[in-house]
């Protein structure tokens, strides 16, 4: 029974350990232990604001399909200006125009994604120039590299063979991921280009998917979710 006991308290004290800085910050700022996601909103004129929808409905999805113990369903959004980018264990970046970080943006974002922090953007058609700029000003030592379809992000609780799903056509082009991995190793920027997730989480009646599209998007976010939150 003691050996039960101590290998208990080595898991919660990797667990424990492991969402340090996210429980740290929420404490700080007095919210409770829920997961929850953040839109990030940024300066340049995109639309970083688009399908607020999206993120309910993934909140929603978790909720209905998987044990994760998510906040309620609302969107949030939080401004990379500021240091509230801290209370979040995963931000999502999307939209269809510019982006511009500043040096200070910049060096919080990867400070951010340094400690423990996981950055997902999803292009939404118009924004692969621009983020790719913008996220060499946050890691300048690093490149964005596809990641290969055996990569865990596409297996992490469904099974993705062949890597993203294709929501939707834009270019006609094969849908791609990209990763930049922190110091340590991790997994901390997950580019999503020519698929475009996020808008199969919105609501119905905003890009009128079919179910099936709809339900690859939010398997595909329950992965990206579920790898975020376990490494």
Same mark, same amino acid.
């Given at each position: 029974?003691?050996?039960?006991?101590?290998?208990?308290?080595?898991?919660?004290?990797?667990?424990?350990?492991?969402?340090? #800085?996210?429980?740290?910050? #929420?404490?700080?700022?007095?919210?409770? #232990?829920?997961?929850?996601?953040?839109?990030?909103?940024?300066?340049?004129?995109?639309?970083?604001?688009?399908?607020?929808?999206?993120?309910?409905?993934?909140? @929603?999805?978790?909720?209905?399909?998987?044990?994760?113990?998510?906040?309620?369903?609302?969107?949030?959004?939080?401004?990379?200006?500021?240091?509230?980018?801290?209370?979040?264990?995963?931000?999502?970046?999307?939209?269809?125009? #510019?982006?511009? $970080?500043?040096?200070?943006?910049?060096?919080?974002?990867?400070?951010?994604?340094?400690?423990?922090?996981?950055?997902?953007?999803?292009?939404?058609?118009?924004?692969? @120039?621009? $983020?790719?700029?913008?996220?060499?000003?946050?890691?300048?030592?690093?490149?964005?590299?596809?990641?290969?379809?055996?990569?865990?992000?596409?297996?992490?609780?469904?099974?993705?063979?062949?890597?993203?799903?294709?929501?939707?056509?834009?270019? /006609?082009?094969?849908? /791609?991921?990209?990763?930049?991995?922190?110091?340590?190793?991790?997994?901390?920027?997950?580019?999503?280009? @020519?698929?475009?997730?996020?808008?199969?989480?919105?609501?119905?009646?905003?890009? /009128?998917?079919?179910?099936?599209?709809?339900?690859?998007?939010?398997?595909?976010?329950?992965?990206?979710?579920?790898?975020?939150?376990?490494?």
């Amino acid at each position: 029974m003691k050996y039960i006991i101590v290998i208990l308290t080595i898991l919660l004290s990797i667990v424990s350990s492991s969402n340090e #800085n996210y429980n740290t910050a #929420n404490q700080s700022s007095g919210k409770n #232990n829920k997961v929850s996601i953040a839109r990030l909103k940024y300066s340049g004129g995109g639309d970083w604001f688009n399908d607020p929808s999206a993120e309910v409905n993934m909140i @929603e999805y978790l909720k209905k399909n998987t044990l994760i113990d998510v906040s309620d369903p609302k969107f949030i959004a939080v401004d990379i200006s500021t240091n509230d980018i801290f209370n979040f264990p995963i931000l999502i970046l999307t939209g269809h125009g #510019n982006i511009n $970080f500043s040096p200070e943006e910049a060096a919080r974002l990867r400070k951010y994604c340094e400690s423990g922090g996981f950055l997902f953007a999803d292009d939404d058609y118009g924004m692969d @120039e621009s $983020f790719r700029r913008e996220i060499k000003k946050v890691f300048p030592d690093r490149n964005l590299i596809e990641l290969p379809f055996n990569h865990p992000i596409y297996n992490s609780h469904y099974n993705f063979p062949n890597g993203l799903p294709k929501i939707h056509e834009h270019d /006609q082009k094969p849908p /791609q991921g990209f990763g930049i991995y922190s110091l340590e190793g991790r997994l901390c920027v997950f580019y999503t280009y @020519e698929t475009n997730i996020t808008d199969g989480w919105a609501d119905t009646k905003e890009h /009128q998917d079919p179910p099936e599209k709809r339900e690859e998007a939010f398997k595909m976010g329950t992965n990206i979710i579920v790898y975020a939150l376990m490494n």
